[in-house]
């Protein structure tokens, strides 16, 4: 099923049912999702309101990320939170899945940049925050609610953005003979000091990698300043930009299972410790992404953060903790008392 308008939408899913799935370019899915009948919101495309000089952007779900990003550029704009994209993409995706990239350290997460949406609920109506106000919705924040629920609450529609400048300088460090373990205490390092680093990651191949962006002027001095911090972790030099847009497309293997590990830096070594290669760090050591055969969980100690295999073959994981069960089962029954989107045993 493909709707094209909204209303369309709504009328899809108050006719459901059984179980479905609504997805737009489908390249976010974890393993086993996406069960049930699909609606494909990618016919749910266009800018319905773009206000550069007000750095607001009003988007349809299924307008694909790459068309998002090329009207923003347009106007010397592009959405903060640097959503990693793949082919298919669409803005809804980036939403539902509060994909965020290399520059969340700075500028923060999806959700942080999003300040409103619309969606249709599991009763096939059509909620938008400063609109109609629901009794099952009531004391919510529909924005961060919506941001990375993955389709579990609503079928998104239209979402909207708080934009913002494209740097005019960007400057890439790298500390290239550095290990993902040597790294995290010279990216704690950047990430502590008065360098508003945007950047602060590891790859293989490229070492440790510092990224400053913003006027020339500053931008050098930055640069140089975190040169001189650096050095004493190693050689600092020239970092490939290219890199950056490399650690985005590291989420996924066409034969591997693909896990994200988030953690406390300060944990992230005797993480590593345990993980075998590949691997590859982001937000200054905080998010571990790691590849492993197919079916194999991680070996990892406890820890205070959550790993969560986002690629790969379907297969049985451990149960959430009993507090995380019972908020989304809270949540699920209010905006969706069918259980259509998402199926909760």
Known sequence: MRPETEGQLAQ???????????????????PGEGQGDRIDTTALTGVTLYEPEALTLVVRAGTPLEEVRQTLAAEGQMLGFEPPVTTG??????????????????????????????????????????GRVMKNVTGYDLVKLMAGSRGTLGALTEISFRTAPIPPVTATLALPDL??????????????????????AWLPGHGALIRVEGL???VKARAANLTARLSAFGTVR????????LLCRTSHHPDLDTWRITCRPSEAPALLA??????SLDWGGALIYVRLPRGQMPDLPTFSGHARRISGAPGILPAPDPLTDRLERDLRARFDPRGLFGNLA
């Open 238 to 245: 020239e970092g490939d930009p290219e890199a950056w847009d």
């Open 89 to 130: 993409s669409t803005i809804g995706g980036v939403a539902a899945t509060n994909a965020s990239g290399p520059r969340r350290v700075q500028a923060g997460a999806a959700r942080d940049a999003m300040i409103g949406v619309r969606f249709v609920d599991g009763q096939g109506q059509i909620v938008s925050n400063g």
């Open 274 to 279: 345990r993980l075998p290669e590949p691997r």
């Open 216 to 218: 020339a002027a500053s």
């Open 179 to 200: 290990d993902a373990a040597a790294a995290i205490p010279a990216l704690s390092s950047a990430l502590g000091g008065p360098f508003d680093v945007s950047g602060a």
């Open 12 to 30: 899809m899913i108050r006719d459901a049912r059984g179980p479905i799935a609504v997805t737009g370019g489908a390249t976010r899915l974890w």
